[in-house]
């Protein structure tokens, strides 16, 4: 339903919304206002601190079975998710270091840390730095040292996350020519 909201009406409701909205009619009244509010809205969204950042929350049930598997086998990449993307053309970092930093603020999965509790496990949601965005040249470097450095960034991807001190997205991008990068991203999902 939420796709298709999407699809139809170019608008992204948060998926609470669709299970708030129990009728066709409700679910409608929402649509509506959400369409005013965006002929308000900034082109860009501000961001919004929820309740939870900076607290410790309870567990999603996806996030608890997150924790449990990960419990039963710490040192397991199973639930590495590794992305490499070759970029051509001009870049500058500095944007995407702000654009990495707008989607790990618009994603608190991506800054969470998990830690057991008296309770039980808690999520921990921390501020998204943009220097966890880690650049490294190789322009400069020989066809061998070159090679053991790509080498070293993939192998990044077989190294698993500490789910309680994070942070549990890696980004890495490597400058291999004037305009040519290679551009990792890991994270744990």
Known sequence: VASRIREVFQLQLPLSTVFEASTIEALGRRIDEAQRE????????????????????????????MWVIHSLAPGSTAYNMPVCLWLHGALRADVLRRALAEVAERHDTLRSTYRLTDTGP?????????????????????????????????????????????????ALLLRTGDEEHLFYLFFFY
Do not use: K, M, N
């Open 38 to 65: 965006r002929l308000h809205a900034p082109t860009v969204p501000a961001l919004a601190v929820s309740a939870t950042d900076a607290e410790r929350t309870d567990l999603s049930y996806s996030q608890q079975r």
């Open 122 to 170: 808690v999520c921990e949601i921390a501020e998204w730095s943009p220097e966890q965005l880690g650049v490294e040249d190789l322009r400069s470097l020989g066809a061998t040292a070159r090679g053991r450095a790509l080498q070293r960034a993939a192998d990044d991807a077989r190294v698993p996350f500490d789910l309680q001190s994070g942070p549990v997205l890696r």
